[in-house]
């Protein structure tokens, strides 16, 4: 696929997007906070006062030596965590008019990916000629993609045993029957397989399966190649609906700010600032972590792209404002796709190395997994051996792989490893309440690694523009 046609042109436009976004992000936060004080004061109040409850009973149930009225009050638990999901419920529509617009915006981003990833794939494959370049290319990715995981989970490891966020808590064990709610995912290699390869490619681009959709473009691309000259009327129609996409993109991102300040609205409203307070320092060590992260990724694309690195970091600011407000790094891919190619990046490589990158590379989730896990650890007061650790960051880096398109992945990922490690999986209970603030950081540091990685990649092939 060349170069977007349309670029040129709307760059007064798209300064002004992103002006958009910063001001609907604080208007949505303003709102949010409005909101919070006033129209849900009383649900936020009861449901407050339903979470110290279920607190105290579950101490009571802990300290309780008598099984009839410990019986009780695991029953009295039980109803009251019934209500509690009522009045969330109930919260959850007054702000669903919010909700929506964020909600609309995701859909209408997610109906494209996967048409946008299959086309500039197979027609980036196929540029690349033979399945020797494809190989040679998926190797230098693989090879990035993998150690970028890796250097993710173990800064998470490393801070969170620097900071100790969790023995603030200080929480007895829970009752061996309370659990998260959430699914975990297991650790068979044939579920992993099943994952990656398609039954049905049809199937796949239904459920946004990228991984799956990649793995059948890249067959295709390869096929359209060998087959020589019939397959250049393959490749004409595929640019061409490539560009057809981008233009949807175009048509689509206008939304933008409007879906920021949506999606504002509706986390303060409900969890209001003082989610902030109260979470304030393990959410700045989060972030602090975050920081380093991107500091160790922009140092590592430094040491390839040289003073181009600047540059990069220009051109990715919106796709990661993006993604930082939406709290999700598939809503930013389409423009992350576009910047990359501004920035020189060829559309032979940006094609194939970004959509690899939103199933193998997603470097702020990674990072999140290690963190958190142990974080709850700490929590309970669970002294986890520098071992047991490494194992589980061992068993992360390959649990995480490919679940990008699954609801909340870092947290199902996350319950998986607690049930394995024999961790309480209902400490994740302690990450929900905040969880919306941390995927912002965690989705906007997806991008900035994918883009670092395509633009190494696009180095060591030497098809990076020297004049973007």
């Known amino acids: 696929m060349s170069e977007p046609t349309h670029s040129s042109p709307s760059k007064p436009h798209k300064s002004r997007l992103t002006l958009y976004i ?30 110290q409850a279920l607190l105290a009973l579950q101490s009571k149930a802990q300290a309780s ?9 695991l029953s009295q638990h039980k109803a009251l ?9 109930a919260r959850d529509r007054k702000v669903e008019p919010f909700a929506l617009l964020a909600d609309i915006f995701l859909r209408l981003i997610k109906m494209i990916v996967a048409p946008l990833v299959f086309t500039t794939l197979v027609v980036g494959v196929a540029k690349l000629g033979d399945i020797s370049a494809v190989g040679r290319i998926g190797g230098k990715t693989l090879l990035w993609f993998i150690s970028a995981s890796l250097m993710s989970l173990l800064l998470g490891m490393i801070m969170v045993n620097f900071f100790k966020p969790g023995e603030a808590m200080n929480l007895p064990l829970p009752d061996a029957s309370e659990s998260s709610g959430l699914v975990s995912v297991g650790l068979s290699l ?29 067959f295709f691309g390869v096929a359209t190649a060998a087959i ?3 397959g250049k009327v393959i490749i004409q129609f595929m640019d061409a609906a490539a560009h057809v996409i981008l233009k949807v993109t175009g048509y689509v991102m206008n939304l933008a700010p409007l879906a920021v300040f949506g999606a504002m609205t509706a986390v303060i409203a409900k969890q209001g600032l003082g989610i902030l307070t109260t979470y304030s320092i393990f959410i700045g060590e989060f972030y602090f972590t975050l920081f380093l992260l991107w500091l160790i990724l922009f140092f590592a694309g430094y040491t390839v792209l040289g003073r181009r690195t600047r540059e990069l970091i220009k051109k990715v600011r919106q796709p990661t404002l ?9 809503a930013a891919f389409p423009m992350t796709m576009e910047k990359l190619q501004e920035f020189g990046c060829k559309d032979k490589i940006v094609s194939f190395v970004l959509p690899l990158g939103y199933s193998f590379n997603l470097d702020g ?8 896990s142990l974080f709850i650890a700490q929590s309970y007061g669970m002294n986890i051996p520098l071992p047991t650790q490494i194992s589980m960051l061992l068993v992360l880096m390959l649990t995480s792989k490919g679940i990008a398109g699954v609801p909340r992945a870092s947290l199902v990922v996350i319950a998986g490893t607690l049930a394995t490690f024999k961790i309480p999986e209902a400490g994740l209970a302690l990450l929900l309440g905040i969880d919306p603030l941390l995927d912002m950081g965690r989705s906007a540091t997806n991008v900035i690694g994918n883009s670092v990685a395509t633009a190494v990649v696009s180095k060591w092939e030497n098809e990076l523009d020297t004049a973007s």
């Open 65 to 73: 030596t008598d099984s009839l009225e410990r019986e009780d009050l």
């Open 322 to 330: 993006l993604a930082f407000s939406t709290s999700s790094s598939e």
């Open 190 to 218: 044939k579920e992993f397989l099943y994952h990656v390869f398609p039954a049905s490619v049809i199937d796949a681009m239904a459920k946004n399966e990228i991984l799956q959709i990649v793995v059948f473009s890249l």
């Open 365 to 372: 989730s990674m990072m999140y997994m290690t963190f958190a």
């Open 81 to 89: 965590t019934k209500d509690r999901g009522t009045f969330l419920t």
């Open 22 to 51: 910063v001001i609907c992000l604080f208007l949505g936060i303003i709102l949010g906070f409005t909101l919070n004080q006033t129209y849900l004061e009383a649900d936020n109040q009861k449901l407050e006062n339903v979470s």
């Open 228 to 230: 020589g000259d019939q």
